[in-house]
């Protein structure tokens, strides 16, 4: 049985919510490179539906990237090649409607965006128009396919080091730019990418001394996931860091609830009290009113003669 809400506990409830949004007003982009500016850290979590993406909008962070994750951590997939663009529209469609505050980030899903700058454009619009995205994020070092979008009227975030969506060519999800003349390549990617025009860049499962180097660089604002913490601010899989998704553990992640072990023991408790007849209760039913039974009785009655 639940435990009864005191109103004076709801109402303060709400207006700790109510100043935590105060906090975080809308993000527009000049207001990231000014946090870049004072080091203020920004933060970014994935959001995948209507109460995930509430539940960003109340805690008060900075960005929400309705990822290509979900590929993985909501579709059930073996890696974020697999969902498709129709997919993360849905899914970018249902976060949006959950969010006014914290700036929406698209994420264009593998094969969208590859073949052409036409292509690209396209996806990037639709994601856009259609579900309402504020900007869109691709991963690689593909200076002139961000500049083509930012050219069209859209804002790119780039993504580079690890990039979930070609992890067999760079041999698993394995930490990136290690030596010295790899981590050289992906700070010049790095400023490839901001000169194209990115308004941010994703830095992830890169060393911390290497991102320390790309964030003093680089005049736009570095998020990180696995890259230390000196970015301008970190990212994390929202399914990850509540517990919900537990196939595999990245290092960088730190789980700040368990939230699929209280989903596992509450759909057990249910089904034990099913199974023993102690739900429903009476307090879970509703009831006719007497002389109407009594009636529908009479009624059944008389079509039984």
């Known amino acids: 049985m639940s435990t009864p809400r005191n109103p004076g506990e709801e109402r303060g409830q709400t207006r700790a919510r109510t100043q935590i949004q105060a906090q975080s007003p809308t993000v527009s982009l000049p207001r990231l490179a000014e946090m870049k ?55 970018t469609k249902a976060v949006r409607r959950g969010l006014s505050g914290p700036r929406l980030i698209g994420d264009l899903p593998f094969g969208s965006y590859e073949r052409s700058h036409q292509q690209a454009i396209a996806s990037a619009l639709r994601l856009v128009k259609e579900a309402g995205a504020d900007a869109v994020k691709f991963e690689g070092p593909v200076p002139d396919r961000a500049r083509a979008i930012v050219d069209a009227g859209i804002p790119v975030m780039g993504h580079l080091g690890l990039t979930p969506q070609t992890t ?37 499962a890169v060393p911390a001394e290497v991102s320390t180097l790309v964030t003093e660089r680089l005049q736009i604002p570095t998020i990180g996931i696995g890259a230390g913490a000196d970015t301008d601010g970190q990212v994390l899989v929202l ?65 039984a003669a």
Not at 51 to 80: I, K, N, R, W
Not at 194 to 201: R, T, V
């Open 168 to 204: 067999t060519a760079l041999g698993g999800f394995r930490t990136q730019a290690r030596d010295a003349h790899a981590a050289r390549k992906l700070f010049d990617d790095a400023i490839a990418l901001e000169q194209a025009g990115c308004f941010a860049l994703v830095l992830e």
């Open 239 to 303: 399914n990850d860091l509540l517990g919900i998704f537990d196939q595999f553990t990245p290092r960088f992640v730190k789980r700040y609830a368990e939230i699929r072990q209280e989903m596992l023991a509450a759909v057990s408790a249910f089904a034990e009290d099913v199974r023993s007849r102690r739900f429903p209760t009476d307090a879970h039913s509703y009831a006719m009113k007497p002389d109407e039974l009594a009636r529908l009785r009479t009624l059944l009655e008389a079509d």
């Open 37 to 91: 500016r004072r080091r203020e850290p920004i933060v970014m979590v994935t959001a995948y539906d209507w109460p995930s993406a509430q539940v960003a909008q109340e805690a008060g962070v900075d960005l929400v990237l309705a990822g290509d994750t979900a590929a993985m951590t909501v579709l059930g997939y073996p890696t974020t090649a697999q969902v498709t663009l129709e997919e993360m529209l849905v899914l």
